[in-house]
């Protein structure tokens, strides 16, 4: 286990505190022991415990301090409170003022093992929750926009981090729903342009009247109806980075007109004769093959060859299993945050359901499923069609799946191949086997 997830034991009967260290190490949580409240204060700050497990009853400081300074310190870190039958008054009120559990004595070791998982979970969770916080504050992170600890996840946040620094123009590629414009923000993030405008184009949204004098922009007096000058979306994003999604929509004559300011870096607005210098980064972004497109004539290839510099395929969320529990959570968070809901918790049984399933919507429909779940709404699952999971011969998807859910559970659970067993309801040496066979060990 981490050294970022250890119980701490404040008690200072040396039988007891052997008894509770030694209890928790056979059940693969790593335990130290102290004999005093300030003991264990001095250990809170040098090992930063996930948990503090302590005795009411202490010489010197009592148990009930203790909890106050830890709180004071840090009020997510979860303290238990170990009690004598006439303690019980105390313990309540320890629960009023935020303790996370208290176990009577005298107590058996499956109890405190119990106990002592569920407050690490909820420390992990906590951590887990910060960490993203954190991140997410950094909005240049690539890791903490781009979620995911798949292959395929890293090996996207690696290309976006070598291109990034580039004037490259780059060209996104994925379904409905991966996550295309996010990708082409951190690419915009990641680029001496982050100070710049970005700005973002639906081509396919655009009526194809309008595409010319909202893309080039246009002078007074140059239509019907154009009553001032116009700056267009390319001029407006001088000095940054211009987004085009769904790149495949744009009319074959407005292709022409993007192919030459690409090549000469200049436009001119509409009912004007004067060139503009523009200097932007283009990100181009489809779900389509474009080749096939211009082989079939509807796309042209000299401005697909213009816009693919570098190329950033977006895998689809079946392709990235290993990655749906954490999403899951993450966007679980944020509902719960947005609609002041309390975070429910993702058992392995929703996971199963969670990873089973196809996901033709991708990142955006396990993102509607989280809201629906922290909402309390039935039916916050998705059932796939007749179709089958995949292409793939079902031995292969189902090791992908296996895989993927042994990694999940080993990540929820602290890598602790005890804890994990007990999640996926498996003996342990078939775990370590899988483990072994899946090469997770270093995940």
């Not at 040098?46 to 709180?71: F, N, Y």
């Not at 210098?277 to 509807?298: E, F, P």
């Not at 007990?422 to 899988?434: G, I, Q």
């Amino acid at each position: 286990m981490s050294d970022a997830l250890r119980v701490l034991i404040v008690e200072d009967d040396p039988a007891v505190r052997r008894g509770c260290q030694q209890a928790l190490q056979l059940e693969g949580i790593a335990a130290d022991a102290v004999d005093s409240a300030e003991a264990g204060w001095r250990a809170v700050a040098e090992i930063g415990p996930a948990v503090v497990i302590t005795d009411i009853r202490l010489p010197g400081m009592d148990g009930m301090a203790l909890m106050r300074h830890v709180r004071a310190l840090d009020p997510d870190l979860p303290v238990v409170l170990m009690t004598g039958h006439g303690d019980i008054q105390l313990a309540v009120q320890a629960m009023k003022e935020g303790a996370q559990d208290f176990i009577e004595k005298p107590f058996s070791s499956a109890h405190l093992v119990e106990v002592a998982r569920r407050a690490l979970e909820k420390r992990r969770l906590v951590l887990e929750v910060r960490s993203l916080r954190e991140r997410l504050n950094d909005s240049r992170n690539v890791a903490a926009r781009l979620i995911g600890n798949s292959a395929s996840m890293q090996l996207v946040r690696r290309r976006i981090a070598d291109v990034g620094a580039t004037s490259a123009d780059v060209l996104v590629l994925g379904e409905t729903g991966t996550g295309k414009e996010l990708a082409a923000r951190c690419l915009h993030e990641a680029s001496p342009r982050r100070d710049g405008n970005f700005v973002a184009i639906n081509c396919g949204g655009l009526p194809e009247s309008l595409i010319d004098s909202e893309i080039f922009g246009h002078e007074m007096g140059a239509f019907t109806g154009a009553a001032k000058r116009r700056i267009g979306k390319i001029e407006h994003a001088n000095g940054g980075t211009l987004f085009l999604d769904e790149i495949e929509s744009m009319p074959l004559a407005m292709q022409i007109k993007l192919l030459r300011v690409l090549q000469e870096r200049t436009l001119e607005r509409l009912g004007s004769n004067q060139p503009i210098a523009v200097d932007c980064r283009v990100i181009a972004a489809t779900k389509v093959d474009l080749k096939d497109l211009s082989a079939q004539g509807s796309f042209r290839a000299d401005l697909y060859y213009r816009l693919a510099v570098a190329t950033i395929p977006l895998p689809p969320l079946r392709e990235r299993r290993d990655d749906i529990g954490l999403l899951f959570e993450h966007f679980a968070e944020l509902a719960a945050s947005r609609y002041g809901k309390p975070m429910p918790r993702l058992d392995s049984e929703r996971l199963t359901a969670l990873m089973s399933q196809q996901w033709p919507g991708n990142v955006r429909e396990l993102r509607n499923a989280a809201d629906r779940w922290v909402l309390g709404v039935e039916g916050g699952l998705p059932v796939d069609g007749a179709d089958g999971p995949s292409g793939r011969p079902l031995a292969e998807t189902m090791e992908a799946f296996e895989r993927s859910l042994i990694a999940e559970a080993l990540r929820r659970n602290g890598m602790s191949l005890a804890r994990t067993a007990e999640d996926l309801r498996m003996a342990k040496t078939t775990l370590f086997d899988k483990i072994r066979k899946y090469g997770l060990a270093e995940k």
